[in-house]
């Protein structure tokens, strides 16, 4: 029971972070390799925000988050449009793109590193117990679950009840067909991107109040994100939470009764049983 | 279609001279020339192996550094039962066996899913590596002594190079080459003209895998101490895939364009500037995408077919061009 509701707290954090990658991916059309760097930056300026000015990592979001959505959009604009425009097909864009983002993955990282090292940093943020069912749970992580609920739940009315939403969802099932009926596709790709962008860097926020981070571990949470985006199905953000909320629990499971060593291990023994069975993403339909 | 064209039977004897010519180098020099040396045969070995696969089909590959720690593995597990040879054969088939499985999962759905799974990997391997380490022998590493100096490592790398060159050569003019190229232009038309496009690419990506598994048993005993962290360092990965992409996979010859100025430029950078290394990778990936698309062979080729087509207006530069594929 301890490790099934620890699981889902964590499982909601990647949730959030895998939003922001799905909507990068599956709207955008971008793999970005270079997510799992977002969600670091954004831990450091929490922990900056935080240990320097005091902060609130809640209230610290407020600030972040408009910060990721202006970066990502430069980035979109700036060096990966001119792939966009530059690709003959989607496969070529998907090489470009996936080369383009490792670059911007190990300039950051490379940047971070000599920033602030390669050691590692936390701050002290609620950290009480809280009682869930007579099992005690450190409050930062609960606080956390329940801010990436409510960030998410936002963004499900968003994108399910707001023209501009319904106009995202479009460009995700197809590109060509949202064009004809007066979407302006390149805009909306790039507002999708900077979107994803914010949200992962609030999944970062979040994971800073209760995580030990340094700057180098952006690319496990790229990869965990990616598996949960492909466990989802690209594109669909409820088919993404609650693909995140498996990969918490299993990770949480193995983790704590064998061996915490053995986490990306996990991650793949799901990645493979989705490949082989549900490669369309659990509940996706199959493609023609 | 077995004899040889007299172009290919020049581009043999030049290849032939500059193996004979490469293999005296350690007879001249000693120390660090030759240490250098040895990287740079290792990284020309397994960019050309890697660009066997990802150069026609387009796949990025960064398995590259789990196929080299199965080999380095396969050496410092078997070096007490087994003779080196009998170990590089080893190698060779437990990396492909690897590769294989990857394949298997991977290659029968779109492209994404396999650069992904091919990212994380070396790092799946060396946890679990290191997880049965710790858990059924109960320490880190493991020792390699060997007999072997750097100068006969430096032969084999060569006389592996050199066999995978002629490697690529006949799937160049094999069935399967033919089939990989269609693949690499249009997948869909692949399929209808019957091609088995998934079992194709998972064969080439095994006799690749191969090659690099090889490459990493021959580095074994370069080693002496081998542990999970070093034997699957993914930096390996990222090098390789940089250094064929620089030099342009388009050719067989193409990574070893890349290998001499980024291998290097890397001892320079982590001699000097040994934190500022991942932003020179970085750099180095952006350069590629945005000023290199096609590499530095595929840059000359442009400026080339640009000169000829200026000197001889008479000859279209399309038919050049196929001619060229051709020798190649």
């Given at each position: 029971?301890?490790?099934?509701?620890?699981?889902?707290?964590?499982?909601?954090?990647?949730?959030?972070?895998?939003?922001?990658?799905?909507?990068?991916?599956?709207?955008?059309?971008?793999?970005?390799?270079?997510?799992?760097?977002?969600?670091?930056?954004?831990?450091?300026?929490?922990?900056?925000?935080?240990?320097?000015?005091?902060?609130?990592?809640?209230?610290?979001?407020?600030?972040?988050?408009?910060?990721?959505?202006?970066?990502?959009?430069?980035?979109?604009?700036?060096?990966?449009?001119?792939?966009?425009?530059?690709?003959?097909?989607?496969?070529?864009?998907?090489?470009?793109?996936?080369?383009?983002?490792?670059?911007?993955?190990?300039?950051?990282?490379?940047?971070?590193?000599?920033?602030?090292?390669?050691?590692?940093?936390?701050?002290?943020?609620?950290?009480?117990?809280?009682?869930?069912?007579?099992?005690?749970?450190?409050?930062?992580?609960?606080?956390?679950?329940?801010?990436?609920?409510?960030?998410?739940?936002?963004?499900?009315?968003?994108?399910?009840?707001?023209?501009?939403?319904?106009?995202?969802?479009?460009?995700?099932?197809?590109?060509?067909?949202?064009?004809?009926?007066?979407?302006?596709?390149?805009?909306?790709?790039?507002?999708?991107?900077?979107?994803?962008?914010?949200?992962?860097?609030?999944?970062?926020?979040?994971?800073?109040?209760?995580?030990?981070?340094?700057?180098s571990m952006g690319v496990v949470f790229t990869m965990k994100a990616l598996i949960i985006?492909?466990?989802?199905?690209?594109?669909?953000?409820?088919?993404?939470?609650?693909?995140?909320?498996?990969?918490?629990?299993?990770?949480?499971?193995?983790?704590?009764?064998?061996?915490?060593?053995?986490?990306?291990?996990?991650?793949?023994?799901?990645?493979?049983?989705?490949?082989?069975?549900?490669?369309?993403?659990?509940?996706?339909?199959?493609?023609? | 279609?077995?004899?040889?064209?007299?172009?290919?039977?020049?581009?043999?004897?030049?290849?032939?001279?500059?193996?004979?010519?490469?293999?005296?180098?350690?007879?001249?020099?000693?120390?660090?020339?030759?240490?250098?040396?040895?990287?740079?045969?290792?990284?020309?070995?397994?960019?050309?192996?890697?660009?066997?696969?990802?150069?026609?089909?387009?796949?990025?590959?960064?398995?590259?550094?789990?196929?080299?720690?199965?080999?380095?593995?396969?050496?410092?597990?078997?070096?007490?039962?087994?003779?080196?040879?009998?170990?590089?054969?080893?190698?060779?088939?437990?990396?492909?066996?690897?590769?294989?499985?990857?394949?298997?999962?991977?290659?029968?759905?779109?492209?994404?899913?396999?650069?992904?799974?091919?990212?994380?990997?070396?790092?799946?391997?060396?946890?679990?590596?290191?997880?049965?380490?710790?858990?059924?022998?109960?320490?880190?590493?493991?020792?390699?002594?060997?007999?072997?100096?750097?100068?006969?490592?430096?032969?084999?790398?060569?006389?592996?190079?050199?066999?995978?060159?002629?490697?690529?050569?006949?799937?160049?003019?094999?069935?399967?080459?033919?089939?990989?190229?269609?693949?690499?232009?249009?997948?869909?038309?692949?399929?209808?003209?019957?091609?088995?496009?998934?079992?194709?690419?998972?064969?080439?990506?095994?006799?690749?895998?191969?090659?690099?598994?090889?490459?990493?048993?021959?580095?074994?005993?370069?080693?002496?101490?081998?542990?999970?962290?070093?034997?699957?360092?993914?930096?390996?990965?990222?090098?390789?895939?940089?250094?064929?992409?620089?030099?342009?996979?388009?050719?067989?010859?193409?990574?070893?364009?890349?290998?001499?100025?980024?291998?290097?430029?890397?001892?320079?950078?982590?001699?000097?500037?040994?934190?500022?290394?991942?932003?020179?990778?970085?750099?180095?990936?952006?350069?590629?995408?945005?000023?290199?698309?096609?590499?530095?062979?595929?840059?000359?080729?442009?400026?080339?077919?640009?000169?000829?087509?200026?000197?001889?207006?008479?000859?279209?530069?399309?038919?050049?061009?196929?001619?060229?594929?051709?020798?190649?």
């Amino acid at each position: 029971m301890q490790i099934l509701v620890t699981g889902l707290l964590l499982g909601g954090t990647y949730a959030l972070i895998a939003l922001g990658l799905t909507l990068q991916y599956g709207v955008a059309r971008i793999m970005n390799l270079a997510n799992g760097e977002t969600l670091v930056a954004a831990c450091f300026v929490a922990f900056w925000l935080f240990t320097v000015v005091e902060v609130n990592p809640l209230i610290g979001m407020l600030a972040i988050a408009p910060i990721a959505v202006a970066l990502n959009w430069l980035i979109y604009a700036g060096l990966l449009q001119p792939l966009v425009r530059r690709a003959r097909n989607r496969g070529m864009l998907e090489v470009d793109t996936i080369l383009a983002t490792f670059g911007l993955l190990f300039l950051f990282q490379g940047l971070m590193l000599l920033g602030f090292g390669g050691g590692y940093f936390s701050y002290k943020f609620l950290a009480e117990p809280f009682l869930i069912l007579g099992d005690s749970y450190g409050l930062n992580r609960v606080v956390a679950f329940i801010a990436a609920a409510s960030i998410a739940a936002l963004l499900y009315l968003f994108l399910y009840f707001t023209r501009y939403g319904t106009a995202i969802r479009a460009v995700a099932v197809d590109p060509t067909s949202a064009q004809l009926v007066a979407i302006d596709v390149p805009r909306m790709a790039g507002f999708a991107f900077a979107l994803g962008g914010a949200l992962t860097a609030c999944g970062g926020t979040l994971l800073s109040t209760f995580y030990t981070f340094n700057a180098s571990m952006g690319v496990v949470f790229t990869m965990k994100a990616l598996i949960i985006v492909i466990m989802g199905g690209v594109g669909d953000v409820r088919g993404a939470t609650i693909a995140a909320l498996i990969l918490g629990v299993a990770e949480t499971t193995v983790a704590s009764l064998i061996d915490p060593g053995l986490t990306l291990a996990t991650n793949y023994a799901l990645f493979i049983l989705v490949l082989l069975f549900r490669p369309q993403g659990i509940l996706g339909r199959a493609s023609a | 279609m077995m004899g040889l064209h007299r172009n290919e039977m020049v581009v043999a004897a030049f290849g032939l001279a500059a193996v004979a010519l490469l293999s005296l180098l350690p007879l001249v020099s000693e120390g660090f020339a030759l240490s250098l040396g040895v990287n740079l045969m290792l990284y020309a070995a397994m960019c050309t192996a890697w660009a066997l696969f990802s150069g026609p089909t387009r796949l990025v590959s960064l398995a590259s550094a789990a196929f080299f720690g199965v080999g380095t593995y396969s050496v410092a597990l078997g070096l007490d039962s087994l003779p080196f040879g009998a170990l590089l054969l080893v190698a060779a088939l437990s990396s492909a066996a690897l590769a294989g499985l990857v394949g298997a999962a991977t290659l029968r759905l779109s492209g994404v899913y396999f650069v992904i799974f091919s990212l994380g990997l070396a790092e799946l391997i060396r946890q679990i590596v290191a997880w049965s380490q710790s858990r059924f022998a109960h320490k880190m590493g493991l020792y390699v002594f060997t007999d072997l100096t750097e100068r006969d490592l430096y032969w084999m790398l060569l006389a592996l190079t050199s066999l995978v060159f002629v490697v690529g050569w006949l799937i160049n003019r094999s069935r399967l080459g033919f089939a990989l190229r269609i693949i690499g232009d249009d997948e869909t038309v692949a399929r209808h003209v019957g091609i088995a496009t998934a079992r194709t690419k998972i064969i080439l990506f095994m006799i690749s895998g191969a090659f690099i598994g090889i490459a990493g048993a021959i580095s074994a005993p370069r080693y002496a101490y081998i542990e999970p962290q070093a034997a699957f360092n993914p930096m390996i990965s990222f090098q390789v895939v940089i250094i064929a992409l620089l030099g342009g996979t388009r050719r067989l010859w193409g990574p070893l364009v890349g290998v001499v100025p980024f291998i290097i430029l890397m001892e320079f950078i982590t001699s000097r500037f040994p934190n500022h290394s991942s932003v020179v990778v970085g750099v180095a990936f952006l350069a590629i995408v945005y000023l290199l698309p096609d590499g530095v062979t595929g840059l000359l080729e442009r400026l080339r077919d640009r000169i000829l087509r200026r000197a001889e207006p008479g000859v279209s530069s399309t038919t050049r061009n196929e001619i060229g594929e051709k020798a190649a």
